[in-house]
């Protein structure tokens, strides 16, 4: 049986028809109508996870595993306020992420009645589309309902993805299950035309091939977004800068070449994909005054990354990219190769050198030694934002999964936690201190597996922060900036039932990595590498430091 609200039950109707099959749910009476239903629904599975702000991030880690969007419920109140780290994440990263918020009355709203705060709009510009549903009294009330909730999950897939919140106001009696089947909702679809790219060949198509050094610039990429080779004629006439985020099977070390040389700059550069990690990439491309900077993804947004931005392709990214290499095979004159040819000597050599530095016992020979023993079939390995995802630009011969949209510490562990419930694969975490310890909740539920693996990295601190030039002057650095603190995450995993281990030096590192490699572990295990924050700033120094002596 089904709840007696019109609202809730022409709500759950629609989300089953637009496919979706997973939700995180948090506790609350006021949503418990909605709750009821999605578990009373035999075509979505229910997630329980009780802190909402960890909760909007496990929906998250499935959306990025599924490549289908995901709904997190909340109740009234402040609970709604919690997901917008987790919403505003998946703006970025371009998630289709369904948020719905039970709320009281409007009637209640600012009268001192309990958990009542203004919940239209509350995730601002984060989110696609905002709706609140009327609570239906009337066909036309209905018909209002019904056309709203459309719109909200429409808004979820236009010209790419995103997070939409859907608002459900909810009277008493809430605990009523009375109705026997959900309604035939009206199911509301949208075509788009067929693209015909060659009507971009003046502006686009006969600048790139007139260029004489093109350049390619992958940003964060999930790789169910390219999934062909087609493309594989236009990588190999144009140079391709792109970092673990990519979905790549080898890292380009352009972040060490900047560090120490300054290559020829692009006349051409196409970008694709999000968020790049590297200030030096960016500041690089910013130079580039005169060259022609092409943005190309689906939605059509004015991101200037590079602040010289002359167009934008609207379209699914991989088929332009392939449309654009059949272009290049049939054109008579290819672009000059000797721009890439430079550009493919110097990532050789930084290739060459993140080979063969052996870091002393550190946070960057934890990674090094973690990716170096990743075996096939490679797992899915989450990093977390600071010194994490540095790390893994460097040693990652594998796409990576980092909350790069917004690039905040919060949420990466319940990222990844909930990654690992919708996969039978083996999900690794590599996340700071501060970062685990801000997002120790993900780690409160019962239903993780023995697949969640962490390499926990404990400097004591932000270590980011002394790498920070001019900070060091600073008293307050260590204390109230980096956050310093001596605490281990050994009393954290024994209360959530985490296998833990421990390393303070090489030998014992290498023995926990032996041990959170194996297979066959029933609960998730955790890794704790306690190093010393200047140790760790003074390998990673001495990693850009020593390209140039080469």
């Not at 686009?204 to 093109?214: C, E, K, W, Y």
């Not at 590599?430 to 539920?445: E, K, P, R």
């Not at 029933?522 to 190093?531: K, Q």
Request: charged letters at 20%; glycine letters at 6%; one cysteine or more.
């Amino acid at each position: 049986m089904f709840s007696s609200k019109d609202n809730v039950n022409s709500l759950t109707a629609l989300l089953v028809a637009y496919g979706i099959r997973h939700a995180v749910v948090c506790p609350g009476s006021r949503n418990a109508p909605i709750v009821h239903n999605l578990n009373e629904c035999p075509d979505i599975v229910c997630h329980p996870v009780t802190d909402e702000r960890s909760a909007g991030f496990y929906a998250l880690g499935m959306a990025q595993a599924l490549a289908q969007p995901v709904a997190v419920c909340v109740t009234s109140g402040t609970a709604l306020l919690n997901l917008q780290p987790a919403v505003a994440e998946a703006w970025y990263q371009h998630l289709p992420l369904v948020v719905i918020s039970a709320d009281r009355p409007q009637q209640w709203i600012g009268q001192l009645d309990g958990q009542t705060l203004p919940q239209p709009d509350a995730l601002g510009r984060f989110v696609r589309k905002a709706v609140t549903l009327p609570e239906p009294r009337d066909d036309e009330e209905r018909w209002y309902c019904n056309r709203l909730i459309n719109e909200a999950l429409l808004a979820m897939d236009d010209r790419g993805s995103g997070p939409v919140h859907i608002n459900v106001p909810i009277s008493e009696p809430l605990f009523q299950f009375t109705v026997g089947q959900l309604p035939q909702e009206r199911v509301i679809t949208r075509f788009s035309p067929p693209e015909d790219y060659d009507c971009l060949r003046p502006a686009f198509v006969d600048a790139f091939l007139s260029a004489s050094r093109p350049m390619i610039v992958f940003g964060q990429s999930s790789p169910h977004d390219f999934a062909g080779d087609d493309g594989d004629y236009l990588y190999s006439h144009v140079i391709v800068l792109h970092e673990a985020l990519a979905p790549f099977p080898s890292i380009s070390h352009f972040d060490e070449v900047l560090s120490s040389l300054t290559p020829p700059l692009p006349d051409f550069v196409i970008y694709v994909g999000g968020a790049i990690v590297s200030k030096r990439l960016k500041a690089f491309l910013r130079t580039a005054r005169n060259a022609q900077v092409w943005r190309v993804g689906p939605t059509g947004w004015v991101e200037d990354t590079f602040q010289n931005l002359r167009g934008i392709v609207v379209g699914d990214a991989e088929f332009v990219l392939n449309s654009l290499s059949h272009k290049l095979k049939n054109h008579p004159n290819a672009p000059a190769m000797e721009y890439r040819r430079q550009w493919l000597h110097l990532l050789k050599q930084a290739a060459d050198h993140a080979r063969s530095y052996e870091p002393p016992y550190s946070q960057m020979m934890a990674v090094r030694q973690l990716e170096q023993r990743l075996s096939q079939p490679l797992p899915i390995v989450h990093y977390a934002n600071s010194t994490a995802i540095r790390l893994a630009n460097i040693y990652a011969s594998h796409h990576v999964w980092c909350n790069r949209g917004v690039n905040g510490i919060e949420g990466s562990l319940s990222t990844a936690a909930g990654f690992s419930l919708v996969t039978s694969e083996k999900v690794f975490c590599v996340i700071g201190d501060l970062s685990f310890f801000y997002d120790q909740n993900a780690l409160w539920n019962q239903q993780l597996r023995g697949n969640l693996r962490i390499l926990l990295l404990n400097n004591g601190k932000g270590g980011i922060f002394n790498m920070l030039r001019g900070l060091e002057q600073s008293p307050a650095r260590d204390r109230l900036v980096a956050a310093q603190h001596h605490t281990t995450a050994e009393g954290i995993c024994r209360q959530n039932d985490i296998y833990y281990q421990q390393a303070t030096n090489a030998e014992e590192l290498q023995q926990g990595l032996d041990l959170l490699l194996q297979e066959g572990f029933s609960r998730p295990m955790l890794l704790e590498v306690l190093t010393d924050a200047t140790c760790d700033e003074q390998a990673f120094r001495e990693y850009y430091l020593s390209i140039k002596k080469r």
